[in-house]
């Protein structure tokens, strides 16, 4: 016992020097993520804000000022006024602005006589989502801008239903605050799956493990001694993105540390587990990368729910999404920095990603021999 | 049982078999190989790149999966108790496994860990080793800084930080320079006389037999033989004669000889030439006459390359590499292109200028000096040789020659230009070879083919021509469609020389052109740079290969990279003729050299 | 000289094509990527669970909750009795919306005062909470015109009349399919000239190649041309797999498409070669392309709107070839647009191409020796 632990320390010692002095090594574990976390914490955001409006009045009116009023009092929208629709056409064409808001020159007329006069609304769909995004915030607007008419003129309600909105947990609906808990995600994967898998098919590529196995250090000992630096650099990537999720860009964190802790832990464990199978079958940098970035990186990006939506992708990639540990590890995140602990989503998910450790430790233990064939 | 007498085999293998790939396809790696090493000796594994001594060594310390057979190391079956065996042997395998962006001391505490050497012992026996390897001074040093030597010193002291039973090296001494190469020796036998230590080493250089008490000679996957080394070489006693004639060119001389019957191999040595006969064919008479010249003919004693020559040429193993053996043709001859050559020099010019000029020439890799103000003039049809160990600067000078590096300070002149800044179409005129025969392993032979004959400008039917000559002189038609991934090294040599041949070029860069390919393939390889030289193209090549200077007309002998010596291999030689020294080899002369050119630092 | 570039050509692609490695970057990744992507990544919702705490029990209620329900987007995944419930679903993601109707839901709806209905939603995905949000806004919307005019209330004096156009249903894979065109052809040039030249490095042919006749000139087009040839085929399956296998439609023309396609594609081989002449090792080769790859299809318009970015951010965009082919693919397929539409994206497109290119000759100079 007392010799195995000197033959580790051995190890551990020269994976440390060697962490420090490779440069591949620092790019993957911190340029990497430092750059992923400044673009979604800056860059990087789903919300539309001052979405740029053509409004053509053809016959403007205090009708058509108020409405136009209640849109620029809103965060959401910047207005451009047109009297005629075709140059606000080639503004639309030309990708000037998203949308265009008509009132044809009937309009108030319409509306004072028999009611329910149309507000035109054309929306550029080719960015599905942005454009659901602009039609949502448009019927609010019209929804309060009805509600205040009413009130103004002492009359019924505008609309029989008033909804209220409650957003939990996320009551600004701020998009970074989803995305940026959901990078730690990304950031373990980079360590643990693709630095794991790059630096072992190194040493099968110069030697290096040839004469470590003809040693008395036992397999186990080799492999302990990759797991746990790139454990520890892991979990520091860990760290490093919470603080500079909460204290530069703002995101709330509302769960416990320990549990944040224990679930980081058991997501890298099966990181590692992935990273030190894919150098078993790929003795060589270059496909390990590969196979690396397909198997991990990509699915941790679309198929975790990052920032995609997982129920409502099509059944097979639905199931498939099943087998990706980060789906499990993103969830989580997002309830622990948003929500808290809440265990009813802790519990499945982290029973999963152990399961997950355990399959993918157990596999690349059973695959590593002291052997080259 | 590490203490048993005498008789009882350090290692023994019985029947040892290896495939590699699928069982459909498979590579025969070994076959039914029955051998011992006995303990408290060295014995030798010899034999050229792919003879199946790496997949052998591996075997042995357990890396491999035995797939039929059975192996003992001291006493411990190895398929049944890999774990009792390794406990016992230290194995160190091929461009040891150093990491590189460790310091020295780094690595070798690494394996004092790794081995379980505690840390008081460690204390005497680190000193120990350094001493032995004189890697004291370095400690400090990345080991990916060191120089070839050091770095296979570091990766012995790291197997010996324990000491083993049985050590296994695989070829600890490749790309080694001489002196090194010497110390590694030395190292060796000292371990062998003061620990008892049974060590099998694997080696492609043959002289080496020599240096062991029992030789393994591994042939494509079979064992040729394995005798005492000297007992191999005494088959060709009788039989090896240096044979030397006034006012004949040396290489007339050998390809005259090589073609006489019952002369079963001809090697330049400096100026002579150096055959061996085939068993039972008469001795050379010393009246024969080579183009009506008399010959002076001595016998010598039999080195273990003849034997091993006389052995593959005489049908002894399965596959001999199918070329042509006897040069029976002047094969590079004009007329087998059916395409003009490019045109010859002026013959004034050729006279007056040498073809390759060197002067002051001088590199720098930040405030390290690769090569140092070196100088050398090559004459048409001249071979020239760059002689020196890995890191010597020879590869730096040959890239500047090429135009491939830029050179610090210092003039150089490749047929009039520097190909740094003379138009592409002065490359035309060159041929290269690359170190490691560099291919597009992807494409077939007939693609490599293609595309070197467009990138050297060749047109149709020349271009079909020159194709079609190639891989008929290089009897590679069979491989015409092979992937050359998967051709055996000594067609990929011959690939790379008809790949830089093409073109007809009027001088010829050959960098390392015969590492680890087999004698007859070298010998083969000679024979078609030896018929170039006589039609007049002139051959630059850098070797660390002491047996291959001697094909050299010239040499420059680089240490550091400095000049040490310019010359004709027998006027080196010559150096450094003593009493006790009567038959100097080349390397002999070269580390006399190396420690004269030493001395004046040390002072 | 197009002889010796021909044959640098076709040695290229043979080296590309016969090394299975190669191949595997070429077919591999970009089937995973095309399938992943143009199903995994979208931004419509369907199915979305929803639990209903109906306290009114009345006619109307039930009509409102049945036409949450009679879409396609909602499912209920759970009925509520007491308000306690509400937060346990929602915290354990069973829901992602829940409605509540309040008791005074009917009396308020016939006393013409505003009838309250809870939308609460879990905004952990905000960007799926907002998509929530205005599906079910729209849907009580509906609701109360229908009932106004049922009821015969005054009708209130103006409606949306809302219009997509381009993409009428607002199919999001519409917008990310053509994306993928402009990404994967990314990924397969850079990845094939990138690595192109550390190949040939790491074999030592590259030397080889050096003492031949070839200029330098001859040695970069022979690298790059192969690039374009690679990455437009590339690119013309991948717009085939978008038209007949998604289904996208295809309505501007194949010219401005495919000019931008030659703009971008000869901008990403400058930057493939500019990472190659740094890189000694495919590894190091791979890892610059990785590196460059991630931001430049992060802030590139693929998934997430460039407006949305911060104004230092889009204008750093500019530099990225990738924002301006994504605004030409989409704008041919979606749009119907022609040549004269991208001209400022087309100059963008074309003066990165040209530094880049500029670029990787002079470090290639310098990189060779």
Same mark, same amino acid.
């Given at each position: 016992? $007392?010799?195995?632990?000197e033959?580790?320390?051995g190890?551990?010692?020269?994976?440390?020097?060697?962490?420090l002095?490779?440069?591949?090594?620092?790019?993957i574990?911190?340029?990497?993520?430092?750059?992923?976390?400044i673009?979604?914490?800056y860059g990087?955001?789903?919300?539309?804000?001052?979405?740029?409006l053509a409004?053509?009045?053809?016959?403007?009116?205090?009708?058509?000022?108020?409405?136009?009023?209640?849109l620029?009092?809103?965060?959401?929208? /910047?207005?451009e006024?047109?009297?005629?629709?075709?140059?606000?056409e080639?503004?639309?064409?030309?990708?000037?602005?998203?949308?265009?808001?008509?009132?044809?020159?009937?309009?108030?007329?319409?509306?004072?006589?028999n009611?329910?006069?149309p507000?035109?609304?054309?929306?550029n769909?080719?960015?599905?989502?942005t454009?659901?995004?602009?039609?949502?915030?448009?019927?609010?607007?019209?929804?309060?801008w009805?509600?205040?008419?009413?009130?103004?003129?002492?009359l019924?309600a505008?609309?029989?239903?008033?909804?209220?909105? %409650?957003?939990?947990f996320?009551?600004?609906?701020?998009?970074?605050?989803?995305?940026?808990?959901?990078?730690i995600a990304?950031?373990?994967t980079?360590?643990?799956?693709?630095?794991?898998?790059?630096?072992?098919?190194?040493?099968?590529?110069?030697?290096t493990?040839?004469?470590?196995?003809a040693?008395?250090?036992?397999?186990?000992?080799?492999?302990?001694?990759?797991?746990?630096?790139?454990f520890?650099?892991?979990?520091?990537?860990?760290?490093?993105?919470?603080?500079?999720?909460?204290?530069?860009?703002?995101?709330?964190?509302?769960g416990?540390?320990?549990?944040?802790?224990?679930?980081?832990?058991?997501?890298?464990?099966?990181?590692?587990?992935?990273?030190l199978?894919i150098?078993?079958?790929?003795?060589?940098?270059?496909?390990?990368?590969?196979?690396?970035?397909?198997?991990?990186?990509?699915?941790?990006?679309?198929?975790?729910?990052?920032?995609?939506?997982?129920?409502?992708?099509?059944?097979?990639?639905?199931?498939?999404?099943?087998?990706v540990?980060?789906?499990?590890?993103?969830?989580?995140?997002?309830?622990?920095?948003l929500?808290?602990?809440i265990w009813?989503?802790i519990?499945?998910?982290?029973?999963a990603?152990?399961?997950?450790a355990?399959?993918?430790?157990?596999?690349a233990?059973? %695959?590593?021999r002291?052997?080259?064939d | 049982m590490?203490?048993?007498?005498?008789?009882?085999?350090?290692?023994?293998?019985?029947?040892?078999?290896?495939?590699f790939?699928s069982?459909?396809?498979?590579d025969?790696?070994?076959?039914?190989?029955?051998?011992?090493?006995?303990?408290?000796?060295?014995?030798?594994?010899?034999?050229?790149?792919?003879?199946?001594?790496?997949?052998?060594?591996?075997?042995?310390?357990?890396?491999?999966?035995?797939?039929?057979?059975?192996?003992?190391?001291?006493g411990?079956?190895v398929?049944?108790?890999?774990?009792?065996?390794?406990?016992?042997?230290?194995?160190?395998?091929?461009r040891f496994?150093?990491?590189?962006?460790?310091?020295?001391?780094?690595?070798?505490?690494?394996?004092?860990k790794?081995?379980?050497?505690?840390?008081?012992?460690?204390m005497?026996?680190g000193?120990?080793?350094?001493?032995?390897?004189?890697?004291?001074?370095?400690?400090?040093?990345?080991?990916? %800084?060191?120089?070839?030597?050091?770095?296979?010193?570091l990766g012995?002291?790291?197997?010996?930080?324990?000491?083993?039973?049985?050590?296994l090296?695989d070829?600890?001494?490749?790309g080694?320079?001489?002196v090194?190469?010497?110390?590694?020796?030395?190292?060796?036998?000292?371990?062998?006389?003061?620990?008892?230590?049974?060590?099998?080493?694997?080696?492609?250089?043959?002289?080496?037999?020599?240096?062991?008490?029992?030789v393994?000679?591994?042939?494509?996957g079979?064992?040729?033989?394995?005798?005492?080394?000297?007992?191999?070489?005494?088959?060709?006693?009788?039989?090896?004669?240096?044979?030397?004639?006034?006012?004949?060119g040396?290489?007339?001389?050998?390809?005259?000889?090589?073609q006489?019957?019952?002369?079963?191999?001809?090697t330049i040595q400096?100026?002579s030439?150096r055959?061996?006969?085939?068993?039972g064919?008469?001795?050379?008479?010393?009246?024969?006459r080579?183009?009506?010249?008399?010959?002076?003919?001595v016998?010598?004693?039999p080195?273990?390359e003849?034997?091993?020559?006389?052995?593959l040429?005489?049908?002894?193993?399965?596959?001999?590499?199918?070329?042509?053996?006897s040069?029976?043709?002047?094969?590079?001859?004009?007329e087998?292109?059916?395409?003009?050559?490019?045109?010859p020099?002026?013959?004034?010019?050729?006279?007056?200028?040498?073809?390759?000029?060197a002067?002051?020439?001088?590199?720098?890799?930040?405030?390290?000096?690769?090569?140092d103000?070196?100088?050398?003039?090559?004459?048409?049809?001249?071979?020239?040789?760059l002689?020196?160990?890995?890191?010597?600067?020879?590869?730096t000078?040959?890239?500047?020659?090429?135009?491939?590096?830029?050179?610090s300070?210092?003039?150089?002149?490749v047929?009039?230009?520097?190909?740094?800044?003379?138009?592409?179409?002065?490359?035309?005129?060159?041929?290269?070879?690359?170190?490691k025969? /560099?291919?597009?392993a992807?494409?077939?032979?007939?693609?490599?083919?293609?595309?070197?004959?467009?990138?050297?400008?060749?047109?149709?039917?020349?271009?079909?021509?020159?194709?079609?000559?190639?891989l008929?002189?290089?009897?590679?038609g069979?491989?015409?469609?092979?992937?050359?991934?998967?051709?055996?090294?000594?067609f990929?040599?011959?690939?790379?020389?008809?790949?830089a041949?093409?073109?007809?070029?009027?001088?010829?860069f050959?960098?390392?052109?015969?590492?680890?390919?087999?004698?007859?393939?070298?010998?083969?390889f000679?024979?078609?740079?030896?018929?170039?030289?006589?039609?007049?193209?002139t051959?630059?090549?850098?070797?660390?290969?002491?047996?291959?200077?001697?094909?050299?007309?010239?040499?420059?002998?680089?240490?550091?990279?400095?000049?040490?010596?310019?010359?004709?291999?027998?006027?080196?030689?010559? %150096?450094?003729?003593?009493?006790?020294?009567?038959?100097?080899?080349?390397?002999?002369?070269?580390?006399?050299l190396?420690?004269?050119?030493?001395?004046?630092?040390?002072? | 000289?197009?002889?010796?570039?021909l044959?640098?050509?076709?040695?290229?692609?043979?080296?590309?094509?016969?090394?299975?490695?190669?191949?595997?970057?070429?077919?591999?990744?970009?089937?995973?990527?095309?399938?992943?992507?143009?199903?995994?990544?979208?931004?419509?919702?369907?199915?979305?669970?929803?639990?209903?705490?109906?306290?009114?029990?009345?006619?109307?209620?039930?009509?409102?909750?049945a036409?949450?329900?009679?879409?396609r987007?909602?499912?209920?995944?759970?009925?509520?009795h007491?308000?306690?419930?509400?937060?346990?679903?929602?915290?354990?993601?069973?829901?992602?919306?829940?409605?509540?109707?309040?008791?005074?839901f009917?009396?308020?709806?016939l006393?013409?005062?505003?009838?309250?209905?809870?939308?609460?939603?879990?905004?952990?995905?905000? $960007?799926?909470?907002?998509?929530?949000?205005?599906?079910?806004n729209?849907i009580?919307?509906?609701?109360?015109l229908?009932?106004?005019?049922?009821?015969?209330?005054?009708?209130?004096?103006?409606?949306l009349d809302?219009r997509?156009?381009?993409?009428?249903?607002?199919?999001?894979?519409?917008?990310i399919?053509?994306?993928?065109?402009?990404?994967?052809?990314?990924?397969?040039?850079?990845?094939?000239?990138?690595?192109?030249?550390?190949?040939?490095?790491e074999?030592?042919?590259?030397?080889?190649?050096?003492?031949?006749?070839f200029?330098?000139?001859?040695?970069?087009?022979?690298?790059?041309?192969?690039g374009?040839?690679i990455g437009?085929?590339?690119?013309?399956?991948?717009i085939?797999?978008?038209?007949?296998?998604f289904?996208v439609p295809?309505?501007?023309?194949?010219?401005?498409?495919?000019?931008?396609?030659?703009?971008?594609? +000869?901008?990403?081989?400058?930057?493939?070669?500019?990472?190659?002449?740094?890189a000694?090792?495919?590894?190091q080769?791979?890892?610059?392309?990785?590196?460059?790859m991630v931001?430049?299809?992060?802030?590139?318009?693929? +998934?997430t709107?460039?407006?949305?970015?911060?104004?230092?951010?889009?204008?750093?965009?500019?530099?990225?070839?990738m924002?301006?082919?994504?605004?030409?693919?989409?704008?041919?397929?979606?749009?119907?647009?022609?040549v004269?539409?991208?001209?400022?994206?087309?100059?963008?497109?074309?003066?990165?191409?040209?530094?880049?290119?500029?670029?990787a000759?002079?470090?290639?100079r310098?990189?060779?020796?």
């Amino acid at each position: 016992m $007392n010799e195995s632990l000197e033959r580790l320390s051995g190890l551990l010692r020269k994976e440390g020097l060697q962490i420090l002095r490779d440069p591949s090594a620092l790019a993957i574990a911190f340029l990497l993520p430092a750059m992923l976390l400044i673009i979604f914490g800056y860059g990087v955001t789903l919300d539309p804000h001052r979405v740029a409006l053509a409004v053509v009045s053809e016959q403007p009116d205090a009708l058509t000022q108020s409405f136009v009023a209640q849109l620029r009092g809103t965060p959401y929208f /910047s207005t451009e006024s047109f009297t005629t629709i075709q140059p606000a056409e080639r503004a639309f064409d030309a990708d000037r602005v998203s949308a265009i808001v008509w009132f044809r020159s009937n309009f108030t007329r319409q509306g004072f006589t028999n009611g329910a006069a149309p507000i035109g609304i054309i929306v550029n769909g080719v960015d599905a989502n942005t454009a659901r995004l602009i039609e949502g915030y448009l019927q609010q607007t019209w929804a309060n801008w009805l509600a205040m008419r009413s009130r103004e003129h002492g009359l019924p309600a505008g609309l029989p239903i008033d909804p209220e909105p %409650r957003v939990r947990f996320n009551p600004a609906v701020r998009s970074r605050d989803y995305l940026v808990p959901g990078l730690i995600a990304i950031v373990m994967t980079l360590t643990g799956a693709l630095l794991t898998a790059l630096v072992i098919a190194r040493e099968w590529e110069r030697g290096t493990l040839e004469a470590l196995m003809a040693t008395r250090a036992t397999i186990r000992e080799i492999l302990l001694a990759k797991l746990v630096p790139y454990f520890l650099l892991g979990m520091g990537g860990m760290v490093a993105t919470l603080v500079l999720a909460v204290w530069l860009f703002g995101v709330p964190f509302h769960g416990s540390l320990l549990v944040l802790t224990g679930v980081s832990a058991l997501f890298l464990l099966a990181a590692l587990g992935m990273g030190l199978l894919i150098s078993s079958v790929a003795r060589n940098q270059f496909v390990a990368g590969q196979i690396a970035i397909i198997v991990t990186f990509l699915p941790a990006f679309i198929l975790s729910g990052f920032v995609f939506d997982i129920g409502s992708m099509p059944w097979p990639i639905r199931l498939l999404t099943h087998i990706v540990a980060a789906r499990y590890f993103v969830a989580t995140l997002q309830s622990l920095f948003l929500a808290g602990d809440i265990w009813s989503v802790i519990l499945p998910n982290a029973l999963a990603l152990a399961v997950m450790a355990v399959i993918f430790l157990g596999a690349a233990r059973l %695959r590593a021999r002291k052997r080259l064939d | 049982m590490a203490s048993a007498p005498e008789p009882l085999p350090a290692l023994s293998l019985e029947n040892v078999c290896h495939r590699f790939g699928s069982p459909a396809r498979a590579d025969t790696a070994l076959a039914n190989v029955t051998a011992i090493a006995p303990a408290g000796a060295v014995s030798g594994l010899i034999g050229p790149d792919g003879a199946g001594k790496t997949t052998l060594l591996r075997l042995v310390a357990g890396l491999l999966r035995l797939q039929s057979g059975r192996i003992e190391v001291l006493g411990e079956d190895v398929a049944r108790n890999p774990d009792a065996a390794r406990a016992r042997l230290g194995y160190m395998p091929q461009r040891f496994g150093l990491y590189e962006d460790l310091t020295v001391r780094e690595n070798l505490e690494l394996y004092a860990k790794v081995q379980n050497v505690a840390p008081q012992a460690w204390m005497a026996r680190g000193s120990e080793l350094m001493h032995m390897t004189g890697l004291a001074p370095f400690l400090g040093r990345l080991a990916g %800084r060191l120089s070839g030597g050091m770095k296979q010193k570091l990766g012995l002291a790291c197997t010996l930080v324990r000491i083993p039973q049985l050590l296994l090296l695989d070829e600890p001494t490749v790309g080694v320079d001489p002196v090194s190469r010497r110390e590694l020796w030395s190292i060796i036998d000292h371990l062998v006389r003061t620990e008892r230590l049974t060590v099998l080493v694997s080696t492609s250089y043959l002289d080496e037999a020599e240096r062991c008490q029992r030789v393994l000679l591994l042939h494509e996957g079979r064992l040729v033989s394995a005798t005492e080394p000297a007992e191999f070489a005494a088959q060709t006693r009788g039989r090896s004669f240096q044979v030397s004639a006034a006012d004949i060119g040396k290489r007339q001389l050998q390809a005259e000889l090589a073609q006489r019957p019952g002369v079963l191999d001809a090697t330049i040595q400096g100026s002579s030439v150096r055959i061996v006969t085939a068993a039972g064919a008469p001795p050379p008479s010393a009246s024969a006459r080579a183009s009506g010249r008399a010959l002076s003919i001595v016998a010598v004693p039999p080195r273990f390359e003849d034997s091993f020559v006389a052995l593959l040429k005489s049908g002894a193993t399965a596959a001999a590499p199918e070329v042509p053996t006897s040069g029976e043709r002047a094969p590079l001859a004009p007329e087998h292109g059916a395409a003009p050559a490019p045109a010859p020099l002026p013959a004034a010019a050729a006279e007056a200028e040498p073809v390759i000029l060197a002067t002051q020439l001088t590199r720098r890799f930040g405030d390290f000096i690769a090569v140092d103000a070196i100088s050398f003039a090559v004459q048409r049809g001249e071979i020239f040789g760059l002689l020196g160990a890995n890191g010597a600067g020879k590869s730096t000078t040959f890239r500047m020659l090429c135009g491939l590096l830029p050179a610090s300070s210092g003039t150089l002149r490749v047929a009039g230009y520097d190909l740094r800044r003379a138009a592409a179409s002065a490359r035309a005129r060159i041929g290269y070879m690359a170190q490691k025969f /560099s291919l597009y392993a992807d494409l077939s032979v007939r693609e490599n083919l293609r595309f070197f004959a467009s990138a050297y400008r060749l047109r149709d039917p020349q271009r079909r021509a020159r194709i079609a000559w190639a891989l008929e002189e290089f009897a590679l038609g069979a491989h015409a469609d092979a992937v050359s991934r998967e051709l055996p090294l000594g067609f990929k040599q011959r690939l790379a020389l008809a790949c830089a041949l093409l073109h007809q070029p009027e001088i010829l860069f050959l960098d390392e052109p015969t590492s680890g390919v087999d004698p007859l393939a070298r010998r083969d390889f000679w024979r078609r740079i030896n018929a170039l030289a006589e039609a007049g193209v002139t051959v630059l090549v850098t070797t660390h290969f002491m047996e291959e200077a001697e094909y050299c007309d010239r040499l420059a002998v680089l240490a550091q990279g400095k000049v040490l010596a310019t010359g004709d291999p027998d006027s080196l030689k010559a %150096r450094v003729r003593s009493a006790e020294h009567p038959q100097p080899t080349m390397e002999d002369a070269f580390i006399a050299l190396l420690e004269a050119a030493e001395q004046p630092q040390a002072a | 000289m197009w002889r010796a570039v021909l044959a640098l050509i076709v040695k290229e692609l043979l080296a590309v094509l016969k090394d299975p490695r190669s191949r595997m970057v070429l077919i591999v990744p970009p089937l995973i990527q095309l399938i992943v992507f143009g199903y995994a990544a979208t931004f419509d919702l369907n199915r979305v669970p929803i639990a209903v705490y109906n306290r009114d029990h009345s006619q109307a209620s039930r009509e409102l909750v049945a036409r949450f329900l009679g879409t396609r987007i909602f499912t209920q995944a759970a009925v509520i009795h007491n308000a306690g419930q509400i937060n346990p679903l929602i915290d354990a993601r069973k829901v992602d919306l829940v409605l509540s109707i309040d008791p005074r839901f009917t009396r308020d709806l016939l006393t013409h005062r505003p009838a309250p209905v809870q939308l609460i939603v879990d905004g952990r995905d905000s $960007n799926t909470a907002l998509i929530i949000l205005g599906y079910a806004n729209s849907i009580i919307t509906e609701f109360s015109l229908r009932w106004l005019q049922r009821h015969g209330a005054p009708p209130a004096p103006a409606l949306l009349d809302i219009r997509a156009r381009y993409n009428p249903t607002l199919n999001s894979q519409w917008f990310i399919v053509p994306g993928i065109i402009a990404v994967l052809t990314q990924v397969v040039t850079l990845l094939v000239v990138g690595l192109s030249v550390a190949r040939e490095r790491e074999a030592g042919t590259f030397d080889q190649l050096l003492v031949t006749p070839f200029t330098q000139g001859e040695i970069l087009l022979g690298k790059g041309l192969p690039g374009l040839l690679i990455g437009g085929i590339e690119a013309s399956v991948i717009i085939l797999a978008a038209v007949f296998w998604f289904g996208v439609p295809l309505r501007g023309s194949l010219l401005a498409l495919y000019l931008g396609l030659f703009l971008f594609v +000869a901008a990403v081989i400058g930057i493939g070669l500019m990472i190659s002449s740094l890189a000694v090792t495919q590894q190091q080769a791979l890892l610059g392309a990785f590196l460059f790859m991630v931001p430049s299809i992060v802030l590139s318009g693929f +998934a997430t709107p460039i407006a949305n970015m911060p104004p230092l951010i889009q204008e750093l965009t500019w530099v990225n070839p990738m924002r301006h082919i994504l605004i030409i693919v989409r704008g041919v397929f979606l749009e119907g647009s022609g040549v004269r539409a991208f001209v400022p994206e087309y100059l963008a497109l074309a003066a990165t191409a040209a530094l880049s290119l500029l670029a990787a000759g002079w470090l290639f100079r310098k990189r060779v020796y």
